[in-house]
């Protein structure tokens, strides 16, 4: 909390807070409660389209599936817990996540992790990567919600550092919708699930400042994780939401019992009374203050009627939880807080829950210069690129992942984006995305390459795409610097997104994350929500006796590039969105796959069309002749062609005989080869260029269990 804040709560309050007031209203004015450096911007974002029942302000958005279902979504960031203890902070920024959708009245179905760490050659490294996923496994895999997808990518700008967001979808029925706000008095407020202990203290102050050389001290503000409390807290939840006799829910978070009770009453004007005292504790000596913010885990606060008390209570007992009424809603528009009989805080609730916004200074930076393209074999580029960790399949990493609990998984780990069967008829497909390298060079185009590239997934897979949520992951916002590319950032996903038609339904915003004094680039990360006709999904693999088709413009685009960072290039110019040419492109894909033209498809993104061709290759092991000097193009560059990362391309792989029908569906398409054979063969007008065996390539592509020193 600032000076200056401190001054006009007093001002306020016209008296001195005591420990414990004070204790709470710094869990409340911190930034990752109160999004005060954020709100200003966040505004720019569109939250409504014809699909959207709830967008943001709650603790997940709502998508209208069908006329029957619902969709709960939401995503979280855990990224200092994460940095500091990584198998506690992934785990419990699982669980987190999990009761954010279980608290709109929806069941937890998936989870997407993209993760992020530095470069895996330091011990420290391996071993935050080694404990987040492990953290993710463990927990998604005892509550019985599958991860399906996300990101796993190293950087040099996150060395002893890690970016762990985890994103949940819930399916629901709308008469089960709940909301987090209580809209009457005199409502009980029930504590439910574990009892209160001393980790998470001060968790989302801890959230809201940069981390120092020594993390270990820090360890306090981590929560401990407990999946099967939490399995049992879903499968009850869901029970007293079926009951009707819910009036609110809200999970206990960051900020804890504080943050809960006073959103909870205070969103439409409402006061609470809570008696501290009451709440169960894991450990002896408890302060009030300490019980006020613990961010203890697996706690969930329900509002109900007193006469519906007992009956939500049996519930509970029913799954052998604690469960205790801490509280009521109150007219005024106070919160008070007793302990053994003793007001011990008292407070107006819009003191705690409306806090003032900050803007920082804004100043631009210019990372951006024209670089020529290194001369650099082919051959040389490719093993580069095709060799880098964030390339090489994370099958190591999603094998630890029960991707296919609960049966819906259509479209496992590995694909553009997974899919989860819904009814008989639709699935659901899911994905994240970002491009920090991106980011960094233009915040802008960055932000809206993540948004075109979460479409270009979605439609891969035959998705018409719905809605989105992001988590906005950025260093501190009091540099000028970074707080512009934070202002930047969400023009250009608001930009992108009112082009396409899709709106923001949730998400979240991490700042402060940077280690004594070195910022990480600007992350965007985007999650994006798809409904896909389960018999029109494409492969995205090749097969024998196929024509190779590529669909989209490539420019001399490979700023950011994964092959500049392999070189050690830095500098260009990040890859621009052409929106009229992205929409085109994704409906005309779209059209092909639901007229059954294509028989695979895949998005052209991270290492350019070497690396979509060459995954194509190996996921259906199959090989393929293609000749570069044939792609629409803007460069003549054999290199610039294949490693180019420009937007708005696809690959397509289908029969001859439908080429005509699917040349008239793009303004730039060409036929640039063939698949069959066991070698991915690159040609340039003619000539040769390289000529692997898909077989040796498959054995780099699953080599990162070696660089983590193990025997595959």
């Known amino acids: 909390m600032f000076p200056h804040e401190r001054k006009l709560i007093r001002e306020r309050l016209k008296r001195e807070p005591n420990e414990l007031e004070w204790a709470m209203l710094e869990v409340m004015w ?25 967008g943001p302000g709650e603790d997940a958005g709502i998508v209208r599936f069908d006329d029957e279902t619902w969709i709960a979504v939401g995503i979280e ?22 009761r954010d959708i279980l608290c709109m009245g929806a069941r937890p179905i998936a989870l997407l992790d993209p993760i992020r760490f530095g470069p895996l050659e330091k011990e420290r490294n391996r071993y935050l990567f080694e404990g987040v996923v492990k953290g993710i496994a463990d927990y998604g895999n005892r509550i019985g919600v599958p991860t399906v997808g996300g990101e796993t990518e190293f950087d040099e700008s996150l060395d002893n550092y890690t970016l762990v967001n985890v994103a949940c979808v819930g399916i629901m029925r709308p008469e089960h919708l709940v909301h987090s706000h209580v809209t009457e008095p005199g409502l009980k407020l029930i504590l439910v699930g574990n009892r209160t202990g001393r980790d998470g203290i001060h968790g989302v ?23 099967f409390t939490e399995k049992l807290l879903i499968e009850a939840t869901l029970e007293a939401v079926y009951t009707g006799k819910v009036k609110a829910l809200k999970d206990l978070g960051g900020g804890g019992l504080t943050c809960a009770s006073s959103e909870m009453a205070g969103k439409k004007g409402f006061g609470a009374v809570i008696y501290a005292d009451r709440v169960p504790l894991r450990e002896p000596g408890m302060t009030p203050t300490e019980v006020m913010i613990s961010e203890s885990q697996e706690r969930m606060l329900f509002a109900v009627k007193p006469e519906d008390v007992e009956e939500i209570g049996r519930i509970f007992e029913e799954y052998e939880l604690e469960w205790t009424v801490v509280g009521e809603t109150i007219d005024e528009p106070r919160f008070v807080v007793y302990w053994r009989g003793e007001k011990v805080a008292d407070l107006p609730i819009e003191l705690l829950t409306d806090v003032p916004t900050i803007e920082w200074e804004l100043k631009p930076y210019s990372a951006e210069r024209p670089v ?46 997974a899919v989860l069967k819904i009814n008989d008829e639709y699935g659901l497909a899911f994905v994240a995305d970002g491009n920090p390298n991106h980011s960094y060079l233009n915040p802008y185009h960055g932000a809206m390459g993540a948004v075109a590239e979460v479409v270009r997934n979605l439609v891969s897979v035959g998705a018409e795409p719905l809605a989105l949520v992001d988590n906005l992951n950025f260093a501190s916002p009091e540099r000028p610097e970074v707080y512009w590319s934070f202002a930047e950032t969400v023009r250009g996903l608001a930009d992108a997104a009112r082009a396409f038609g899709l709106a923001y339904v949730s998400g979240n915003v991490s700042f402060y994350n940077e280690v004594v004094d070195r910022p990480i ?34 420019k001399p685009e490979l700023g950011g590039s994964e092959l500049f960072a392999r070189l050690g290039v830095e500098g260009g110019l990040a890859p621009r969105v052409d929106l009229e040419e992205e929409k085109a492109n994704a409906s005309g894909v779209l059209e092909a796959i639901r007229r059954g033209l294509v028989k695979a498809v895949h998005d052209v993104s991270r290492g350019g069309l070497a690396v979509a061709l060459t995954e194509m290759a190996v996921a259906g092991k199959a090989g393929f002749t293609a000749d570069l000097s044939k792609v629409p193009s803007e460069t003549s560059s054999p290199i610039e062609v294949a490693f180019s990362e420009s937007h708005s391309r696809y690959i397509v792989a289908f029969p001859e005989e439908n080429l005509e029908e699917l040349k008239g569906l793009f303004k730039h398409f060409a036929i640039i080869g063939r698949t069959g054979g066991g070698d991915a063969v690159f040609l340039w007008n003619g000539r040769e260029l390289l000529r692997k ?4 390539l498959r054995a780099v592509h699953e080599s990162l269990p070696r660089l983590l020193g193990e025997e595959e």
């Open 521 to 554: 680039k600007p992350t965007p990360v985007v999650a994006g929500l798809g409904k896909v006709k389960l018999e029109d999904i494409p492969q995205g693999a090749f097969e024998g006796g196929l024509l190779i088709g590529v669909v989209g413009l490539t």
């Open 205 to 227: 102050t801890f959230a809201s400042e940069e981390l120092g050389e020594n993390t270990e001290e820090d360890r306090s503000a981590v929560q401990i994780p407990d999946p």
């Open 30 to 54: 911190s930034e990752h409660a109160s999004y005060k450096s954020s709100r200003p911007w966040l505004k720019l974002l569109p939250t409504e389209n014809e699909h959207v029942i709830l």
């Open 693 to 696: 065996p898909v077989s040796e």
């Open 77 to 98: 960031s855990h990224n200092h817990p994460s940095a500091v203890e990584p198998y506690g902070g992934a785990a419990t920024g699982v669980g987190g996540i999990v």
């Open 372 to 417: 020529e393209t290194p001369d650099v074999s082919f051959g040389e580029a490719f093993d580069l690129v095709w060799g880098s960790p964030n390339i090489l399949s994370k099958r190591w990493v999603w094998e630890q992942y029960d991707h296919e609990v609960q049966g819906r998984t259509v479209l496992k780990p590995g694909r553009d984006a």
